[in-house]
Every structure is written in C-alpha cells, then in structure tokens.
T-cell receptor, first 113, second 111 residues
C-alpha cells in the first residue's frame, strides 16, 4: 500500500522566516505528487503538482515554491513567510496508473506569527 | 458560480440515521467523482470514486452520480459516531491531473 510521510506535524514560524516542508512517498513509483493548503472554511486549495522529477506546475502565484529532487520526494518552500501562509498543508500522491486514487499524508499545521 | 458547491453544514444526526451528503457542479467536463472523509487534524482519506451516472455501493456507503443534473451524493446507512468527520467531494475532468474539491460538510453522529 502507498504511504505519504510529512514532517513536521506542527510548525510555528515568525513572519519573514524561511520554510521547508518535506513529503516522501512509499509503496509506489513515478507518482503524481501534489501540495494543497487547507484553510478553515475554504476547502482544499491546490498549490503545486508534479508529474515527474523536476517537473512542477504552479496553481497559485504567491511566495511559495516547490521542488521534486527525487521521484518520491516533494518539497514546499518559502524564502519569507507571510501571515497569510498559515494553514494546514497536505501532500498527496497518485500512483502511476492509479487514476483517481489520490491519497494524502497526515499534514503539517503551520502557524505564522 | 463556483465549479463545485458543497453545503458546509454542520450536519448533526442521531446514531443509526441515514445521512445524505451532496455536491453540485457547473462544468459538464467533470467525468470522475470522489468522496473523501477527513477526521479532525488528519489528512483526507478516499472513500469512493465513481465514473458513470448511477449508484455505487460499498458497505454502508453509497455514492450516486446524476450527470444530467450535475449532482452527486453520498449516502451513509446506519450512521455511527465513528462516521463523525468532514466529508469532501472531489471531481476531475477527463485527462486532467487535478482534482477540484468542495469545501466539505462537517457531520456529527450523536450516540
């Protein structure tokens, strides 16, 4: 079975500080990978997705970026956090050939103060 | 008009009740329909997905799609307190890598 690991589970960061959230996938190769943000009352917002190493599609122009240095590793970064970056960040994966079977990690709750 | 609309609730029912959760959508290009369950402070988990209009059953859960009305439903029979969670509908256009999610409906099943 496929598993997504995310860390840390919670994070409190000051405004203007950098951010790096990492996501790794087990149990599948060549997955599509996704970063979502979930804010209260706003549902899941797709931030980035990747169909392969080094291939990143951005959905929302903002101060966040993503990278995929390895097949099963997906990283979300920021050089300077804003208050509005607070939220619940979820990494998701979709196995190669497993169309419509998107599975999620446990999430990272980020609070920017 | 948003692509996917979902009543956020909250919805509160007694144990054993039949629960009906619904989403509407505006874009007829959506071909695949999913339901996720999300417990508080956890990642969503896939419950069911369907492609064609009609019903799909899995245990106490039934997913229903009506493409002509652009309306999907999730029914939960014999609801249990452990079903208390937020339920998210999601949809996908053919050939797209992206899901579009509803905002979720928060369900509480009272013992």
């Amino acid at each position: 079975s496929q598993t997504i690991h995310q860390w840390p589970a919670t994070l409190v960061q000051p405004v203007g500080s950098p951010l790096s959230l990492e996501c790794t996938v087990e149990g599948t190769s060549n997955p599509n990978l996704y970063w979502y943000r979930q804010a209260a009352g706003r549902g899941l917002q797709l931030l980035f997705y990747s169909v392969g190493i080094g291939q990143i599609s951005s959905e929302v122009p903002q101060n966040l970026s993503a990278s995929r240095p390895q097949d099963r590793q997906f990283i979300l970064s920021s050089k300077k956090l804003l208050l509005s970056d607070s939220g619940f960040y979820l990494c998701a994966g979709e196995p190669w050939g497993g169309y419509n079977e998107q599975f999620f990690g446990p999430g990272t709750r980020l609070t920017v103060l | 008009q948003k692509e996917v609309e979902q009543d956020p609730g909250p919805l509160s029912v007694p144990e054993g009740a039949i629960v009906s959760l619904n989403c509407t959508y505006s874009n007829s290009a959506f071909q695949y329909f999913m339901w996720y369950r999300q417990y508080s402070r956890k990642g969503p988990e896939l419950l069911m997905y369907t492609y064609s209009s009609g019903n799909k059953e899995d245990g106490r859960f039934t997913a229903q799609v009506d493409k002509s009305s652009k309306y999907i439903s999730l029914f939960i029979r014999d609801s249990q307190p452990s079903d208390s969670a937020t339920y998210l509908c999601a949809m996908r256009k053919g050939g797209s890598e992206k899901l579009v999610f509803g905002k979720g409906t928060k369900l509480t099943v009272n013992p």
